[in-house]
């Protein structure tokens, strides 16, 4: 092969190898904007001022295979549990989670 000829042909092995690359360079492009990035929520959980301090006591109840458990209670004001579930469910839905995985009924939104 003549010199000029083995120049030729390594320009074009050059070119080659540089359109592979920016070949490789659009898929990854696309790959990497494709790709799906945790986004955190703005959502800053806002821990509830209880109205009353819960009461603790134990209690008993049937669990699922019909055997009485004992466990320990607490006692919370109606309204204070449900400023408490509303943040926790504001929380898991500001995070991304579903509606079925957060416990959220149609009727609540």
């Not at 042909?9 to 690359?21: D, E, F, P, T």
């Not at 504001?90 to 939104?109: F, P, R, W």
Request: net charge neutral.
């Amino acid at each position: 092969m003549s010199a000029t000829g083995a120049f030729q042909h390594s320009k074009i092995a050059q070119r080659s190898w540089m359109q592979l690359g920016f070949i490789w360079l659009i898929l990854l492009g696309f790959l990497s904007a494709c790709a799906g990035t945790p986004i955190r929520s703005v959502y800053s959980v806002v821990v509830p001022k209880l109205k009353a301090a819960p009461v603790y006591q134990e209690c008993q109840f049937t669990g699922k295979d019909g055997v009485i458990l004992t466990e320990t209670c607490a006692k919370l004001l109606k309204s204070d549990l449900e400023l408490i579930i509303r943040e926790l469910k504001g929380a898991c839905i500001a995070n991304g989670q579903t509606d079925e995985e957060c416990q959220i009924k149609a009727s609540e939104n």
